[in-house]
Nanobody
Framework: QVQLAESGGGLVQAGGSLRLSCAAS????????MGWYRQAPGKERELVAS???????NYADSVKGRFSISRDNAKNTVDLQMNSLKPEDTAVYYC???????????????WGQGTQVTVSS
């Protein structure tokens, strides 16, 4: 099993900044990708940003230029720096990791418990 521990989040005024952090632990041989998703009330969960092996990075169009994802492969951590926050960024943010637990094992996707980000106008 793999556990994802998230930290950060909270309440911030529009235009402010927050930083989310996530650390993966447990049965980890390698991590193919780590990233952040979010889910606002009444909406589906959506990708915010991800960083995969080979330094392949993806951002949702709505956060490009404002959010930055960074990953420490040695520590199995991923951070999301969120700047110029808007009320529409309000959501529960979930850390995700795609993990291989042994050399020839299958890839499995794991989720953190979620952390609330609220941006007031």
């Amino acid at each position: 099993q793999v556990q994802l521990a998230e930290s950060g989040g909270g309440l911030v005024q529009a235009g402010g900044s927050l930083r989310l952090s996530c650390a993966a632990s447990g049965d980890i041989f390698s991590i193919e990708a780590m990233g952040w998703y979010r889910q606002a009330p009444g909406k589906e969960r959506e990708l915010v940003a991800s960083k995969a092996s080979g330094d392949i990075t993806n951002y949702a169009d709505s956060v490009k230029g404002r959010f930055s994802i960074s990953r420490d492969n040695a520590k199995n951590t991923v951070d999301l720096q969120m700047n110029s926050l808007k009320p529409e960024d309000t959501a529960v943010y979930y850390c995700n990791a795609v993990v291989r637990s042994s050399m020839f094992g299958v890839l499995r996707s794991y989720w953190g418990q979620g952390t609330q980000v609220t941006v007031s106008s």
